[in-house]
């Protein structure tokens, strides 16, 4: 629930920063009045940098923790490098949360495909968590994980702890490795047909970049999973996050208000059109 | 044991096509196996075997000049080594290197050639076998030239 006023943001504190990739922090921010009130797993928070400007963050942390925030940046553009350099005490900007989350509910007693590609892990961990946290509502859990090499590993020794787990399989692949390397090599949607599982009664939830998730769609729809059953978390050029200015429409969808989760049968025909 | 008739005709590549053309198949195959480390071939030699994974994994490399070899692939249980075999002038594209204890199926590729060129149903029956796997490495191959995970600009 947003006390704040919508258009608001509301200054908090960094409290804790973390390197987990060469170019990608967590932080932990204070959650403030706006994010007292919890989030859903998949949704986001606009965060903005002082000065500088404003951008979607995914949570990245466990949603039923709600003393602090967890957002995971990579610094690539002038916003998000000075958010991950952002010390603990500095005040960031705060709006949300806002958007859609994954069907966490309406998943309830199905098997879960969990796939994810590069920093796409990091909006799915706080699905993972609750899944974790609610493992009895589920059945078979598998998570896909796909990256560039092994250094681009993200969330590693956490994805080693809950391989380890009886309960839930992490199958991880990069694109190209070393001979050091003793996983897998090759691309993500290429693991979805060595998977056995029952398509009928499977609820996929992707997040990565567009071609990794189109390509994922793809495989899943070979595999027999319902467009309805497929989720993905899609990402525009989201401003307001409201669904007022449009600049992230995206067919009839606004991916800030309508989305960022949106199921594939609302996607199908606009993820290969051209975007300039 | 499983005879070597037995393991060819149940492994992936193989599944569904007829006892007749699967026997036929058999005369063409042998049992291998390779250590850690040990390597299937080497790129540029003369691919003279198709290789049936049974079990283990084997990673496909390219030497890169003043670095270790680069892994764009790995193979497992059930997956299909090397498909430079039927297509002239059959040579190796890349390095296979058995990752783990691999055993597997070697079909010698003169004489699969052979068969499937008298037999133009079962060159046909291999094929169609063959170009699924070609066309899914086409579409890694694609996703992996594009780089998808490099940083993408920041949407301002």
Not at chain 2, 56 to 61: D, I, K, N, W, Y
């Amino acid at each position: 629930m947003r006390s704040q006023h919508v258009w608001l943001p509301e200054p908090v504190r960094v409290l804790s920063r973390k390197q987990e990739l060469e170019t990608t922090w967590t932080l932990e921010l204070e959650p403030g009045q706006s994010g007292k009130g919890g989030f859903l797993p998949g949704q986001f928070n606009m965060l903005y940098v002082f000065g500088v400007g404003e951008i979607p963050i995914s949570f990245s942390g466990d949603p039923s923790q709600t003393e602090r925030l967890v957002h995971t940046v990579r610094a690539v553009g002038p916003a998000s490098s000075q958010l991950a350099a952002s010390r603990p005490m500095a005040t960031v900007g705060l709006r949300g949360p806002f958007g859609t989350g994954w069907p966490m509910a309406a998943a309830e007693g199905s098997d879960l495909l969990i796939i994810a590609g590069g920093l796409g892990l990091a909006p799915l961990r706080p699905a993972i968590y609750h899944v974790l946290n609610n493992r009895e509502r589920y059945g078979r859990v598998v998570l896909l994980y796909g990256t560039r090499s092994p250094d681009d590993i993200l969330f590693r020794e956490q994805l080693e702890a809950w391989n380890r787990l009886s309960d839930f399989d992490v199958h991880i692949t990069v694109d190209h490795a070393g001979s050091d390397w003793t996983g897998k090599v090759g691309v993500v949607p290429a693991l979805v047909p060595t998977l056995a599982f029952d398509p009928e009664d499977t609820v996929a939830m992707v997040c990565g970049p567009e071609i990794m998730m189109r390509f994922t769609a793809s495989a899943l729809r070979d595999a027999g999973v319902d467009d309805e059953s497929i989720y993905l978390s899609m990402e525009r050029n989201m401003k307001c996050a409201l669904g007022h200015c449009g600049h992230c429409q995206f067919g009839s969808n606004f991916v800030c208000k309508d989305g960022p989760v949106l199921s594939f049968d609302r996607l199908r025909g606009l993820l290969s059109l051209k975007e300039f | 044991m499983k005879s070597i008739a037995q393991l060819v005709c149940e492994h992936p590549f193989f599944q569904g096509l007829n006892s007749e053309f699967c026997d036929l198949m058999c005369g063409c195959a042998r049992n291998v196996r390779f250590n850690p480390g040990e390597y299937l071939f080497h790129q540029g030699e003369d691919a003279d075997h198709l290789y049936l994974i049974r079990h283990g994994q084997v990673a496909l490399e390219l030497a890169v000049p003043g670095k270790s070899p680069v892994s764009f692939q790995t193979l497992h249980d059930g997956d299909v080594v090397g498909v430079s075999w039927v297509l002239p002038p059959y040579h190796w594209s890349s390095d296979a290197r058995a990752m783990s204890l691999t055993r597997a199926i070697a079909m010698d590729a003169h004489c699969l050639r052979k068969k499937c060129d008298e037999d133009p149903a079962l060159g046909y029956a291999v094929l169609k076998r063959l170009l699924p796997i070609l066309t899914s490495r086409l579409n890694a191959t694609q996703m992996q030239i594009l780089d998808v995970y490099g940083a993408p600009e920041e949407r301002q």
